[in-house]
C-alpha cells in the first residue's frame, strides 16, 4: 500500500474523498491535516472525525492553519453548509487532535520517507508553511493539489478557483519553491466529474448504508448546483486527485510554468504560461481533461465493494 498524508478543509467532496481514499484500498494513510478553507480548520477537524467514524477507522488527525498566509479567511459555506457538511448533522465521538501539529507532522513525516505522496484538497496554507520550514525536506516527495482553473473559468470569480483564492500567496509559493512538480486537478478536470441523484439512487442497492450516508452531506450541494448552474448534480473536485493517482490514464497531462495572482480583480488566478512566454521550466504538471465516465465508475468500484462483480 503506498504511504500517503491528506492535508484537507472538509468539505463536502473531501469527505468523500476520504471516503474512496480509505475504501480504495489502495492507500495506507498515515495521517489527516486540516486547514481552514471551506469551513474554519476546527469545523473541519470535526468533519473529519465524522468520516472516520463512519467508515469505523482510526487515523490520527492533526490541527492544521486556521488562517491563510496574508489574506484573512473567507469560508464556502453557502456552498458546504453551516457546518461543512451540508448541515446533515452526523453523529460523531469528538477526540482531541494529535499533540503535534500539521505543519510539524507533514515535516516529520517526509523527513522519514520520501515515498509519502502529500494529497491537498484544501487551500495550500499547511503545505506553503511546511515548505517555508523545511524545503529540504520535501526533495523528492510528490504534491497533489486540487486547485486553480486554466481553460476552464472560476468557481470564486471569473477567474479564480476557490483553493488557490482562499491563500493566493500559499498557492503561488508551493507552485515556486517545491523541488518537485505540483501535481494540479484543475476545475478543467473535475468539472465534468459529476455525482447525480440518480447515480445515488442507482448504488443505494450496492449498500443502502453508503448510500445514504452521500446523500445526506450531499443533498445540500445538489440544491446549490441547481440553484447557481441549473445543474442537476454536483461536482466533486477532490476525490479525483486519487483517482489521477491510482489511474492516471484516466486523464490527460500537460505541463508548465505556473503561478498565481496575488491580489486585484484576478486575485488567486492559476496563470498557466501555455506559450513558454517567460521561458522559465515547468513547475507543475495539469490534470486538464478526463475521461469523466470511466474515473466515475472507477470511483464507485472504489467506494462500493461489489460494483464489478455486477
Ligand atoms: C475546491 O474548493 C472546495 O469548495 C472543494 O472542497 C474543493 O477542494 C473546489 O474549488
Ligand atoms: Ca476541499
Known sequence: KKKIIIDCDPGIDDVLAISFAINSGYYDILGITTVSGNVEASLAYNNVLKVLDFEKVRIPVYMGAEVPLERELVTAKETHGMDGLGESDLPFTYRDP??????????????????IKIFALGPLTNIAKALKKDREAFEGVEVISMGGAFRSHGNCSPVAEFNYWVDPHAADYVLKNLPTKLKIMPLDATRKFVLTPNTISYVTHLDRERAEFIRSITNFYMDFHFEYENLIGSVINDPLTFLADMNPSLFTMEEYFCEVQL????????????????????????YVDIDEKLAMKEFLAGLFKGYREE
Open 98 to 115: 494529535e499533540a503535534k501539529d500539521a505543519v510539524d507532522f507533514i515535516l516529520d513525516s517526509i523527513k522519514e520517507d520520501k515515498e
Open 263 to 286: 491580489d486585484g480583480y484576478a486575485m488567486g488566478q492559476l496563470i498557466v504560461d501555455e506559450y513558454d512566454f517567460y521561458k522559465k521550466e515547468a513547475n507543475a504538471v495539469l
